[in-house]
């Protein structure tokens, strides 16, 4: 249901029709004073560094569409001090481009290791930084969404409390109980605080990228992230985008929704090892032959490359619908 592009997100959101788009879901490189693989601007040049994607994310969504923002923090160089750099980042969508913040999420990720050592594990007047912000951004005020899709299981604490006869009362924080809190509406609301760990090393994508020779995508975000957005704020069929895809998890998530995705990376390895997502046998006999448990010729990575192109522009993104995947057209031909 999708399509996945390599070339420079800037150049292929350029290529993207203007209000195409019903939600983009993306974690763009951190602002790091530590150069990563995968590249990244300093918290100094962030700002200038995204403010032109932005821009063109705020073009290609409909007025009514929603723009999903991960970014973790950073250190103050030589100092136990943290930068302020996403905050002003924030500022500058809202004030500079427009854009409405619709809520702040936070996403507590327990695998997160005690960083930066000097302060957390050498001198110890730290604590472990384990949140990363989620800002849901909007081209408008009243971007579509519906909690409904997203609700939880209650809590036992909950459950018991309905099943209590309550009374209409007042909370000593002022806030009314009444009759229709004992009504089952099918779940809890969700808070905005998202828990789960990004450490993929069981998964058969990890997996079946160490069979293969393959480099795995080195910050990859849970697919709890784009899961819980892609249902909150979009409906099955519509489109989401994910300019800074990686290894694609935004787009293998919506595929299981039911919507159309494209994903845009500049890094061919990283999409030849998203294949994997999507094609699990795959990964699964690469994972068997290399131990020794399948016979046959052990699956290489010509044989992922081959599994479906992946192309360099959009030529006019979503002018056509994306093949499925069971059709063998899952990224993009040219």
């Known amino acids: 249901m999708g399509r996945a592009y390599c070339g420079d997100a800037l150049r292929l959101l350029q290529a993207t029709p203007a209000g195409s788009v019903d939600l983009v879901m993306t974690s763009p490189p ?11 601007a300093s918290p100094e040049e962030y700002v200038a560094w995204f403010l032109p994607f932005a821009r063109e994310i705020k073009r290609v969504l409909k007025p009514d569409g929603s723009f999903v923002l991960n970014i973790g923090g950073s250190w103050t160089p030589k100092q136990p001090t943290r930068s302020l750099y996403h905050f002003r980042l924030l500022i500058a969508l809202c004030d500079t481009l427009g854009y409405h913040l619709a809520q702040e999420f936070f996403w507590y990720n327990p695998a997160k290791m005690p ?19 989620l ?4 081209p408008g005020p009243t971007p579509r969404a ?26 000593p924080s002022g806030h009314k109980i009444r009759e229709s809190f ?10 905005n605080l998202l828990q789960g760990g990004n450490n993929e090393a069981s998964t058969l994508y990890f997996r079946g990228c160490k069979a293969l020779g393959m480099k795995p995508h080195p910050a990859r975000f849970p697919a709890l992230l784009p899961k819980f957005f892609t249902e909150f704020l979009t409906e099955p069929g519509e489109l989401v985008l994910d300019p800074f895809a990686g290894s694609n998890t935004t787009g293998i998530e919506a595929e299981k929704l039911g919507r159309r ?5 500049e890094n061919q390895e990283y999409l030849e090892g998203s294949k994997l997502r999507f094609w699990p046998a795959l990964a699964e006999e690469a994972i068997a032959r290399s131990r020794g448990e399948a016979p046959g010729a052990k699956v290489t990575k010509t044989q992922v490359r081959e599994k479906a192109s992946v192309s360099g522009a959009p030529r006019g993104a979503e002018k056509a619908q994306p093949a499925r995947a069971s059709q063998g057209k899952l990224f993009g031909e040219g």
């Open 115 to 133: 960083a930066p050592a000097e302060w957390v594990t050498v001198r110890r007047v730290r604590v472990k930084d384990s949140v990363e912000y």
């Open 135 to 138: 800002f849901w951004l909007a």
């Open 261 to 265: 995705w494209m994903a845009f990376e």
């Open 30 to 40: 951190y602002a790091l004073h530590i150069k990563k693989a995968y590249g990244n």
């Open 182 to 191: 004992k009504n089952d509406n099918g779940g809890a609301i969700p808070s």
């Open 146 to 171: 519906d909690n409904t899709r997203v609700l939880t299981a209650y809590s036992k604490e909950m459950q018991r409390l309905r099943r209590r006869v309550l009374e209409r009362t007042m909370r």
